[in-house]
């Protein structure tokens, strides 16, 4: 375990180093592009044969873009609404996401030429007939959080009364609600309205006539040498007929944009596994991320809760005042929102651009280090107190009484309670999904998205969660067994 978790801890600071090279400006070979990859066609995974590989239209020009000026591309994913924050920490050198240039999103950074005009849709349900933004009155309507539909949606809700918005993260949650019948509409773009209307024959979407263009471009730093340069290249390429000739490729009605074979979805729960079959590897692929995640942060929560355990127990009260004050920090506030902080406040307080592997082993280690002390105090207090009246007189020192003699029986007596915790963090290491740690369930949503459909993948990720739950807890009472022998 010592020697898995040493290993585990290299890995994750060697994996973290590239993602440094994107700190600094230009004057380097490697250009990182970030994007959020749920927005097929612009930018999906290719789950086939299990490489975790992005693509779509902008991959392709960001791709040429690069060849031309002669760097090599590395390319990034988040959730959406945290594209410009990753160039503000200066995590990317710039961004492709359909993203539309707006006076806001200009103010904080710059934009390149216009490479693609889109148009908003109204999607709805078969028979709606929602053409106009009046048709939505009274209705509830879903955009994804953080995009220009959001704001043409409130835009739209302040003339036409009545409408309630629902934001959601992705584009398939927003097209999910909708299928549950808990919105009666969103508003999303016409290419990647098409891709989900192919999909899921059940549903419809007409233009928005007018007004609400949604044009792309590429976002960057403020201030990025990079915007002449790019702009040279994208008016070529529009020049030369090669954007419109890639728009074509991944936009005309039967491009190969990965749409599940759309028989399965006509309403009801209809699952249909079979659709997932190919991308099944691929979810798997995210199997030892989770492992490694979750063995790193138990073995270095563990040694954490340790110390703070002992400072608890110490004669020296201000060391048990802090270390009291930091556990109930720690678990009076939550997890996820831990996360967040950890993972987009380092590189803006310290400079160092921290990988969101590595922000979410430090998260996890640092909250799970507060209830692990708990425990461990719990079980040193539980020795005999006889042990260390013994080891006093004998002159034993008190650090190497801790060591030797309190502490290793401490921990046999709270190894149940540490395999709960283990099962605790294994589960909730799906939270580092939401940094764009491509592990178990963000495997599962990365498929989703791509086949548009829900179910089928979330399911086969929870079945693989417990299968994992369930070895833990045979090798735990296994490993309590052999300790209950050697007594
Ligand atoms: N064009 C819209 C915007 O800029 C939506 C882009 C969403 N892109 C994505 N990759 N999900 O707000």
Redesign the pocket.
């Known amino acids: 375990m010592l020697f898995a978790a040493v290993v585990a801890i290299s890995v994750v600071i060697a994996g973290g180093h590239n993602s440094l090279q994107a700190a600094s400006s230009v004057g380097k070979d490697t250009l990182t592009m970030i994007?959020?990859?749920?927005?097929p066609p612009?930018?999906f995974y290719d789950t086939k044969g299990g490489d975790r590989q992005i693509v779509g239209f902008d991959i392709d020009i960001a791709n040429t873009l690069a060849k031309e000026l002669g760097f090599k591309l590395k390319v990034m994913e988040s959730d959406?609404n945290g594209l410009i924050p990753a160039l503000q920490a200066n995590r990317a050198d710039f961004v492709m996401?359909?993203?539309?240039p707006t006076p806001e999103r200009q103010k904080n950074v710059d934009f390149s030429i216009i490479y693609y005009e889109?148009k908003d849709t109204i999607v709805a349900p078969k028979g709606s007939n929602f053409k106009q933004p009046k048709d939505l009155s009274g209705k509830k309507v879903g955009v994804?959080l953080?995009?220009?539909?959001e704001q043409n949606a409130k835009k739209i809700a302040e003339k036409v009364t009545g409408i309630q918005l629902k934001q959601l993260n992705k584009?398939p949650e927003v097209i999910q609600e909708m299928k549950s019948g808990r919105i009666d509409a969103a508003i999303v773009?016409d290419t990647v309205a098409r891709g989900f209307a192919q999909a899921n024959p059940e549903l419809e979407f007409n233009v928005i006539p007018s007004e609400s263009a949604?044009g792309?471009a590429i976002a960057f730093p403020k201030n990025s040498a990079l915007v002449a340069p790019f702009n040279k290249v994208l008016q070529q390429m529009k020049d030369k007929g090669e954007l419109a000739k890639l728009a074509t490729k991944w936009f005309s009605v039967n491009a190969k944009v990965d749409a599940a074979s759309s028989s399965a979805a006509k309403g009801g729960l209809n699952l249909d596994f079979t659709r997932i079959f190919p991308d099944i590897p691929f979810i798997l692929k995210g199997i030892p991320i989770t492992l490694l995640f979750t063995l790193l942060s138990v073995f270095l929560g563990l040694i954490w809760g340790t110390v703070l355990s002992l400072l608890k127990i110490t004669n020296i009260k201000p060391l048990t005042w802090l270390a009291n004050a930091y556990t109930s920090v720690f678990r009076g506030t939550p997890l996820l929102l831990q996360l967040a902080l950890v993972y987009y406040a380092t590189p803006q307080l310290t400079g160092y651009d921290i990988s969101a592997l590595q922000a979410g082993v430090l998260t996890f280690t640092l909250n799970s280090g507060a209830y692990m002390s708990e425990t461990i105090r719990a079980g040193i207090q539980a020795v005999d107190k006889g042990q260390s009246e013994a080891a006093m007189s004998m002159g034993v020192s008190y650090w190497l009484m801790m060591w030797d003699i309190i502490l290793p029986q401490a921990l046999k007596n709270i190894l149940p309670a540490l395999v709960n915790e283990t099962i605790g963090l294994l589960k909730d290491s799906a939270l580092v999904s939401t940094i764009g740690v491509v592990e178990i369930l963000r495997s599962a949503q990365i498929v989703g998205a791509n086949k548009y459909i829900y179910f089928e993948p979330l399911l086969f990720a929870g079945l693989i969660y417990y299968i994992l739950v369930m070895g833990l807890t045979f090798g735990a009472s296994a490993l309590e067994r052999r300790l209950r022998q050697s007594e």
Do not use: C
């Open positions: 994007t959020s990859p749920d927005y612009y930018e959406f996401a359909g993203m539309t889109a994804q953080g995009t220009i539909q584009v773009e949604s792309s």
